[in-house]
């Protein structure tokens, strides 16, 4: 991993104008930066533009005039990053393995076939669940295997979007450490609307406030992440966080 | 086994019908008699029969084949879109009625012309199904593809296309369906043989015992087309949902 940690690129996206969807300001004039090899979490109430910043980063939004996504390297971020949604995105027509291995299905590579069983492992599904197709699976498992096709394309960027929202919360619990433990010395940007999940998981928090918003950093509990949940100390910062969130 | 049962009351209540009315066979003759029909011209029925399959089996190879490369070509090529589409309702929008005297012209009074009409006819359920599904692959799967670096052809052939087949087999579904129409359409207008002409000629010597032999045949190779069809497609398709199927089994 720790050669990894060298190639993790950190990012960083300046928007000069803020931006604006449909003609109504969403983003302030703002930056966000997502230090190398750490874990960003980025908070916000609903319609925030938290999505939106992740979808610039991925380039899957074109970015507003004057706006850019630089990287620590120089080197454009196109090619090193895997993005996770909230929903898994598992195709209906391949099986949990076929899944992980969509990527290289995409781009007409030869399947590394040993570690996506040797990922599916990790995450938690045994050898039976490889050959399952994804209405066979649960919603936590269907999050898993969302899970390991993220890390088996091995990008040292990793954008998550709300990745654990949709399973239930021991289910989440779980997948939160797996990630931690998986994602470690990758850069990653994780935006949930969970703040003992950006408790639990982050080096760094950002919330997105105000209209239009902007990102504010906020301190994050001592410890290095996955933090327990039990810390009396986290569990403060979840009543503060949660507090201003719905303020 | 129930629409057996169903097919059967229907047979009894038009016996029962044509006794009761007394109804002259040129008009409504009785199951019974279309059965002898049926049973005294069998050899000829079934050589028309074999033409008029091979006359929709042909056409709805040709339509599927046709209504596909029209459905990849709108989906694959944007500049194409607004040449190819006003191509694709005007093939509808023409009843097959009005140009298969013109097929039958163009292509003789053989086999030819009603396969083209049994191909004009399927070709536009296939291919607008098919576009239909191309269009709507799910959008956080094409940004999936888009952060997995995936080509443009590999977003068509390896998303876009496996997304829509269950949309394609609808439409296979009711090409499958249609595919009589076209072939027994042509026989009508100018042929020499297929079970369209064998009604015509039945009709034109009051034989509607005959005719209705041919309809019984007609309805019967529909029917078997159809469920072949879906069953294929069931089997070559099997991820694709069916809330009604899991209904009745897990009752």
């Known amino acids: 991993m720790s050669a990894l940690s060298l190639s993790a690129p950190g990012f960083r996206i300046t928007l000069p104008q803020g931006l604006s969807l449909g003609g109504a300001a969403v983003l302030a004039p703002c930056a966000l930066a997502v230090p190398a090899g750490r874990i960003t979490a980025l908070l916000g109430a609903s319609g925030a533009g938290k ?19 630089e990287t620590s390297d120089n080197r454009p971020l196109k090619g090193r990053l895997a993005w996770m949604a909230q929903q898994d995105l598992l195709v209906p027509w391949k099986d949990a393995l076929g899944n992980v291995l969509l990527g290289a299905h995409l781009r007409g590579h030869k399947p590394d076939i040993g570690r996506a069983l040797d990922l599916l492992r990790q995450v938690g599904l045994i050898e039976a669940d490889a050959a399952k197709s994804p209405a066979q699976l649960s919603g936590g498992m269907r999050q898993r295997v969302a899970l390991a096709r993220t890390l088996m394309e ?26 931690a433990r998986l994602l470690a010395g990758r850069t990653v940007l994780l935006v949930t609307h969970d703040p003992l999940e950006a408790l639990r998981l982050a080096d760094r928090i950002l919330v997105l406030q105000g209209r239009p918003a902007a990102p504010m950093e906020l301190s994050v509990p001592a410890g290095t992440p996955p933090r327990p949940a039990r810390d009396p100390a986290l569990l403060a910062a979840q009543a503060e966080l ?3 969130l719905a303020a | 086994m129930r629409a057996l049962a169903a097919a059967l009351g229907i047979l009894l ?26 049973a005294a011209r069998w050899d000829i029925l079934a050589g028309h029969a074999l033409v008029t399959a091979i006359e929709m089996l042909a056409g709805l190879a040709l339509g599927a084949l046709l209504g596909c490369g029209m459905a990849l070509t709108l989906a694959a090529w944007r500049g194409g879109r607004r040449w190819l589409l006003p191509l ?10 009005a ?22 006819i399927i070709f536009f359920p296939v291919a607008t199904a098919f576009y239909d599904g191309l269009r709507r692959t799910e959008l956080g799967l094409l940004d999936l593809a888009h952060s997995m670096d995936a080509p443009r052809a590999a977003l068509l052939w390896r998303l876009r296309v ?51 032999a041919a309809l019984f045949i007609l309805a019967l190779m529909a029917l078997a087309l159809w469920f072949t069809t879906d ?21």
């Open chain 2, 13 to 38: 209540l038009w016996q029962g019908f044509t006794w009761a009315t007394d109804m002259p066979p040129f008009l409504l003759p009785s199951p019974w008699r279309v059965a002898q029909a049926l």
């Open chain 1, 154 to 179: 091995d990008r040292p960027v990793v954008l998550m979007d709300e990745p654990f929202s949709a399973v239930d919360a021991p289910t989440r619990h779980r997948l939160q450490e797996l990630a």
């Open chain 2, 99 to 120: 140009i298969a005297p013109l097929l039958t012209l163009w292509l003789g009074y053989g086999m030819g012309s009603k396969v083209a009409m049994a191909t004009i």
């Open chain 1, 242 to 244: 949660l507090e201003r």
């Open chain 2, 231 to 251: 069953r294929l497609l069931r089997r070559a398709i099997p991820w694709q949902p069916d809330s009604l199927l899991s209904e009745e089994t897990s009752r």
């Open chain 1, 51 to 69: 999505s939106t910043l992740v979808r610039l980063a991925a380039g899957l939004l074109p970015l507003p005039p004057g706006g850019t996504v």
């Open chain 2, 162 to 212: 496996p997304a829509a087949l269950p949309a394609l087999a609808s439409g296979l579904r009711v090409a499958a369906a249609v595919a009589p129409i076209g072939a027994v359409v042509g026989e009508w207008v100018g042929a020499s043989a297929g079970l369209g002409y064998q009604m015509m000629q039945a009709n034109g010597r009051s034989q509607a015992d005959v005719m209705f």
């Open chain 2, 88 to 97: 694709l309702l005007v093939s509808q929008a023409v009843p097959v009625f």
